[in-house]
């Protein structure tokens, strides 16, 4: 057992200091600890206090010299100060003097290539049992020759933060210090910040020192030739079920990168939506809520101390963290081969864009910018109808540079291994949310399959002037008027005022944020017809 000094972590006087402790004991700890409660099944359940999701707004970014040049400063990239975060720092430090602290010492990225290395130190042991089960786990003869990290996480949830005393927005933080190469957590019990922390340091190191293209998406692959498919996608578009397909091996959930020899998971574990689990439908996810995961903001029963899935009370984000071999046909090594398929999935709740269409190079690399699918009328208080959603990269907030630079890197990609992409609505058909209805799922994984076997090829393509995208005339499985948007309405006129109004939210959204890109990817996006 490798035991650790304050000093070897930097910290004044932590009462004690747990290292590297197996599930088991961690779940002890935050039994013993009052963090949670053991569900039926044996999963700690654990409630994130007024944080129940991301907090965009209190994540920043230390400017220093030597990024100042790299990163895409703005809403999502905001500076501060070194001053502010070593002083913050700091604080959280003197905190935890006198508390136990719980160390992981964890790996992100699956090919040891080009793995860094994080060490996490938690004030709570269920978010380092969280963490322990969501990056890649060492052998024990990595562990034993870890040495120093690349990388530091503090995390400290019950420290809130003074914003006037410390600069800061809110009691939270989230600060990502490149140069220090240390990472600082504080006021939020939201076990996701962590993670995507993680993913926001990779998705900078991966592109600027190890020209691996960082991709917020999941991936599974062919079991027989290893040839891999990558699925973007928001909430809400499908990434988690279309990629969970029982004859091929799932990769990951969430977090990629792709380099020369194929594609890695940057994980070692997945953090599913609960709401409204079922056993059915998510049969993987549903059966990995067991001992060793951590359950967040799920109502319990405290009698039977079964969960109650379609229970929002808290939040519509409730989540499970669990070790990707809790998944039965995982490929567990984390790797793939390169991706013969790129697909790009959007929820289109005006009910005019395609089904499936293909993209060539430049139009590939104007939908990984755009990142587009919707919010729907009713999920938020004031939204009458759907609502665009333009996020850079498909995971804007965890992307710090240009989104420039990762599409020229995508551009790469497709033209040296002549990658095909595909973009897949899941959204409406027939007429806008309200009017018309869902695309099919039986008919969403029909396109997919066809893409993923090469068999969408083998039929004719028309070009839809408008969306300026290359429709396929028959997919099998799948009605072909469906194939056609404008053929499922009604009302023609309609279709064509709404797929108006879509396509001029495409442009002007592509002007105000992506001007400086080239023509040529600029001429590959939706052209309005009768503006």
């Keep these: 057992m490798i035991k650790y000094t304050p000093a070897d972590l930097g910290l004044g006087n932590p009462s004690e200091i747990h290292a590297n402790l197996n599930p088991p004991q961690l779940v002890e700890a935050a039994i013993r600890r009052g963090e949670g409660k053991l569900s039926d099944k044996g999963a700690v359940v654990v409630t994130t206090g007024k944080y129940t999701g991301r907090s965009p707004d209190d994540k920043f970014i230390v400017d220093t010299p030597g990024v100042h040049d790299k990163i895409d400063w703005g809403d999502v990239n905001r500076p501060v100060s070194r001053e502010i975060f070593d002083a913050l720092t700091a604080r959280v430090k003197a905190y935890l003097d006198g508390k136990e602290v719980f160390v992981f ?20 042991a269920s978010q380092n049992l969280f963490i322990h089960q969501l990056l890649v786990r060492p052998t024990a003869e990595e562990l034993q020759n870890y040495g120093e990290p690349d990388y530091t996480i503090l995390c400290a949830p019950g420290f809130k933060c003074d914003p006037e005393r410390d600069g800061v927005h809110s009691e939270a933080a989230i600060i990502i210090d490149y140069e220090a190469h240390y990472i600082l957590i ?201 609502v665009p959603t333009f996020s850079t990269l498909f995971g804007q907030p965890f992307m710090p540079l240009d989104p420039g630079v990762y599409a020229d890197m995508l551009g790469e990609k497709l033209d040296q291994y002549h990658t095909k992409v595909y973009l897949i609505n899941t959204g409406w058909s027939g007429g806008s949310y309200g009017t018309g209805s869902r695309i099919k799922l039986k008919y969403t994984r029909a396109m997919v399959t066809a893409a993923l076997n090469g068999s969408i090829e083998d039929t004719e393509f028309v070009h839809n002037e408008r969306f300026n995208l290359e429709v396929p005339k028959s997919v099998e499985g799948v009605p072909s008027e469906i194939l056609d948007p404008r053929s499922t309405w009604e009302d023609k006129a309609a279709y064509d005022q709404t797929a108006d109004k879509l396509a001029g939210m495409f442009m002007d959204n592509f002007e105000a944020k992506y001007s400086h890109m080239p023509e040529s990817v600029k001429n590959a996006g939706p052209k309005p017809q009768n503006l």
Aim: glycine share 10%; with cysteine; net charge negative.
């Design 105 to 124: 010492d964890g790996l992100a990225g699956a090919d040891r290539k080009y793995t860094r290395k994080f060490r996490v130190i938690n004030e709570l």
């Design 186 to 386: 504080a006021g939020s019990g939201y076990a996701g910040e962590i993670k995507k922390s993680v993913f926001s340091t990779m998705n900078y190191v991966m592109a600027v020192e190890e020209n691996v293209l960082p991709m917020h998406s999941s991936a599974n692959m062919d079991p027989e030739t290893g040839e891999s498919a990558v699925f973007f996608g928001l909430s809400g578009t499908g990434k988690t079920t279309l990629s969970a397909d029982a004859s091929r091996k799932l990769i990951g959930d969430d977090e990629h990168g792709w380099s020369d020899n194929g594609i890695f998971n940057f994980e070692g574990g997945c953090y599913a939506k609960c709401i409204n689990l079922d056993p059915e439908a998510e049969p993987e996810i549903y059966n990995a809520v067991r001992f060793g995961s951590v359950v967040e903001n799920v109502i319990m029963d405290e009698e039977t101390r079964q969960l109650d899935y379609a229970d929002a009370t808290l939040t519509e984000n409730t989540r499970v963290a669990y070790p990707v071999d809790y998944i039965s046909n995982a490929a567990l090594e984390g790797t793939g081969g390169i991706p013969k398929v790129v697909i790009f999935l959007t929820a289109d709740a005006f009910g005019v864009l395609p089904p499936v269409s293909r993209l060539n190079r430049e139009a590939a690399m104007y939908h990984f910018v755009t990142g587009f699918t919707s919010k729907l009328a009713g999920t938020e208080r004031g939204i009458k109808e759907p």
